[in-house]
């Protein structure tokens, strides 16, 4: 799979980030960037939300914070009228996990938004369900 869809859409749209290329291959890495781009452009108060473990500088090891939540979306925002906003990346056949999936079940029962979104024009489809 290619971005120049995704890259094509922010051209369209005037909002071009120097980091796309025509010819990148589509990594939920480089997604995540355009879908925060996008929201950016669209004034969408948003942050990548990183679950990643932390680095041991002492042992040389990675360890994950027990307190952070499994399954928690890939980005994290505010809609314009308040609500929580929850964008899970995805990119090829990669499918949820059972714990993004009890995630997404907890944000639409806590009246948020939760969005599965392969590519960056199911973002902006799904995200105009929402337009107040």
């Known amino acids: 799979m290619k971005c120049t869809c995704t890259y094509n ?9 120097h980091l796309y290329s025509k010819t990148c291959p589509m990594s939920e890495t480089n997604l ?7 929201l950016g452009y669209k004034n969408i108060y948003c942050w990548l939300n990183n679950t990643q473990g932390n680095y041991n500088k002492f042992t040389n090891t990675y ?5 952070l939540r499994k399954g928690i979306a ?4 505010l ?6 906003l929850a964008i899970e990346c995805k990119v090829g056949k990669n499918k949820q996990t059972e714990s993004q999936i009890e995630f997404e079940k907890e944000i639409i029962a806590n009246k948020g938004i939760y969005i ?8 902006e489809k799904k995200l105009k369900q929402y337009d107040n």
Do not use: S, T, V
């Not at 859409?9 to 980030?17: A, D, M, Q, V």
């Not at 360890?63 to 307190?67: A, H, L």
């Not at 809609?79 to 929580?84: A, D, K, V």
């Open 79 to 84: 809609m314009p009228n308040g609500r929580l």
């Open 116 to 123: 599965l979104a392969y590519d960056l024009d199911e973002l």
């Open 32 to 38: 995540r960037n355009a879908m925060l781009d996008y």
């Open 74 to 77: 890939d980005i994290i925002g």
């Open 9 to 17: 859409r922010l051209k369209e749209l005037g909002y071009i980030n």
């Open 63 to 67: 360890y994950k914070n027990p307190r």
